[in-house]
């Protein structure tokens, strides 16, 4: 799993604030990351400010999408809900560092971006 951090974290809550940009989650992601967000290697990484950020992203401003069909085509069938998300949610793309998503995109007509890629993105709206 990974996440932004820092200065990805600042831009993405200023597009989000503007509604240029709508995350999707579950319960179940918002959940993992809560979880791997308290392992005691990454609290000296990830402030408690961030942790709270990532929260409020998760749970608060994301629209919820609780998959209704399975897939199974990640070589890492770990980040396969992760797609499940994506398709539920009707989303637009999916922004990762993970290669075993990035080897996929696109996926069903949905973009997998890197968080660089994203930027730019980010940068044009």
Do not use: W
């Amino acid at each position: 799993m990974s996440f932004l951090i820092g200065k990805q974290l600042d831009r993405l809550d200023e597009h989000l604030q503007r509604k240029k940009v709508v995350m999707i989650s579950s319960r179940r992601q918002a959940l993992e990351i809560a979880v791997v967000l308290e392992r005691p290697h990454l609290r000296e990484y990830v402030t408690e400010e961030k942790r709270m950020l990532l929260d409020y992203f998760t749970i608060r401003t994301a629209q919820l999408a609780e998959p209704k069909e399975r897939i199974e085509v990640c070589r890492d069938t770990k980040d396969n809900y992760l797609l499940e998300i994506a398709v539920a949610g009707k989303a637009d793309c999916i922004v990762t560092g993970d290669q075993d998503l990035l080897v996929l995109r696109p996926f069903h007509g949905i973009e997998i971006l890197s968080y660089r890629e994203f930027e730019r993105r980010l940068t044009d709206l």
